[in-house]
Structure formats: C-alpha cells, structure tokens
C-alpha cells in the first residue's frame, strides 16, 4: 500500500487524480457563467437581428404655386416707375421658384391686367419644368410703350405665372377660373408713361365699368 507523502509543516501531497478532482470543480464554477455569457451574447445579437425597419416609402414632391420673389424683383415694384415712349426699353425681371412634377410653367406680362377697358397682353414665355430648390430661373421681359398705342399716364404691368395646365386650352395668355386660384402667382409694377413736369399720377386705369344711362 502507498501512503501519501508527508509534506513539510504537515501537508499532505495530493495525487493526481486528486488534483484531476481539484482541476474539475474549479473548471465546473466557471461552466455555468461562461454559459450565462454565451445566452446574453445570443440573445443581444438575436434581438439585434430581428429588428428591421422597413424602408421609407419614396414619393415624388407634389407640384406647389408658384413663387415670384417680388423683394428682390428688378425694378421695385414698391414704387412708380417713370417710362417715355420710344425710348430706351424699361426690363423687368423677378425669380421664379415652384415645384413643378414635371409640368413646365408659363407666364404673361400684361398691360393693364383685368382693368376695363384696355387689358393688353404684351408677352409670353414658358419656363422648363424644374423644383422649388432651383433658384436660378427668372421671368424676364423689356418693354417700351409704343406712341398711339399707349396712353400717356398711369398704367400697371403686370406679370401672371402658373403651370401650363392651369391656363385655358384654347387661349394660352389667360388662366382656367377654375385652377387661378391654387396656382397662379402675380406681380405688378405700376408705371407712369411719359408724365408731366410735376411727374403727377393721372388717368390711372380702374376695374369699374361705365355707368348705365
């Protein structure tokens, strides 16, 4: 029979399969948090997986009115512009920011806008189709009124824009009533035609119609 061997100071020296028994508890302690470890690990990842957000549908940018930005607007139109007949062309030219889905726009200075009697459209123009970020389109026009054709005094310009489907289909320089409203957009500058010394305002146009005898 083998007896352990004694050890100084009193300790017994173990044999390996007791060690083996030492190495195995130690090693089973362990076990259960490195399987607590691996479940947490599984189960954030699991947890991560499964969640998918589903893309964000896309729709195409509906059309908006038209915008002219009148502040910036060359000339002012917050002031009465002096003009001679047969003289040198007096330029208007405003921004023109809308989004469009495709739709070009168009626009028409007129003469006397809707004011009775005298209403004269003096241009019309159409713009490419674009977004409301594109910045760098403009409605441009030179005019000179023509002696005998136009009176001298107070008159207004004035500049109409909207998508083209919102004008009537069998007259392209005036708007369908019945879409003015949600899509045109208007400026106008008011202009005095070859004025007196004193630059008086007179014969400004009106809306009213005759008076019945």
Known sequence: ??????????RVAATRLSRRGLDLGKISGVLPLAWRSLLL????????SCIVADPPEYRAPGQTRPVLNVYSAVPTATRILVVYTNKVPTQFTVQ???EDAGDELRG?????????????????FTLPASTYDNTGREASFAWTPVKGVVTDGCHFVSLIVAHSDSFLSNDNTHLDPRRADDDAAIVTWTVNVNPP??????NCPTNALPAVP
Do not use: C, I
């Open 197 to 202: 010394p004193d630059m008086s305002l007179v």
């Open 108 to 124: 028409v200075f007129f003469l006397d806008y809707q004011v009775h009697p005298g209403e004269s459209p003096l241009n019309g």
């Open 1 to 10: 029979m083998m007896w352990p061997k004694k050890e100084p100071e009193g």
């Open 96 to 98: 023109v920011r809308s």
């Open 41 to 48: 690990l599984s189960m954030t990842l699991g947890a991560g």
